[in-house]
């Protein structure tokens, strides 16, 4: 079981890498109609991704591995987890920003934002990409 839930955790986590990728190189160029869903729907699946890491994170801190008392004290896992909530609070202002987005897209619209918007968003993404490596780094420091 400890097996299946390591991978689970890793594929949900090179998905959060590849889809705040995604998002990252959607928001170069000019924004489309089409590319607006597609950012809306690659930050949906980052969001999930997250959400999937977090709760199979925990559980196996908890129930499959070495136990809490042991990654408590691991500084290695203790930067990961600062990490991965630092990344998740980044994260917010790109999210509402493309949550926003919803309605003009449902009206067949492209959203209307500024290049400053997504300048400033695009640099939050780079901080996320950056948090993320340091994560995985961590990870590798812990195995």
Do not use: N
Not at 63 to 85: C, N, W
Request: some cysteine; charged content about 15%.
């Amino acid at each position: 079981m400890s097996i299946l839930f390591a991978l689970l955790h890793h594929l949900a986590a090179f998905t959060l890498f590849s889809f705040l990728t995604v998002e990252f190189m959607l928001l170069k160029g000019e924004l489309t109609l089409a590319r607006a869903k597609q950012v809306i729907l690659a930050d949906t699946i980052y969001g999930a991704s997250a959400g999937v890491i977090l709760v199979i994170g925990l559980l196996r801190v908890i129930y499959f591995e070495k136990g809490t008392d042991y990654y408590a004290h691991s500084i290695p896992f203790v930067i990961k987890l600062s990490t991965f909530i630092l990344v998740g609070l980044l994260s917010i202002y790109p999210t509402l920003e493309f949550m926003s987005w919803r309605s003009s897209v449902r009206q067949g619209q492209v959203p209307t934002i500024s290049d400053a918007k997504i300048k400033k968003i695009r640099m939050l993404m780079h901080w996320e990409l950056i948090g993320l490596t340091i994560i995985l780094l961590c990870a590798a420091m812990m195995a």
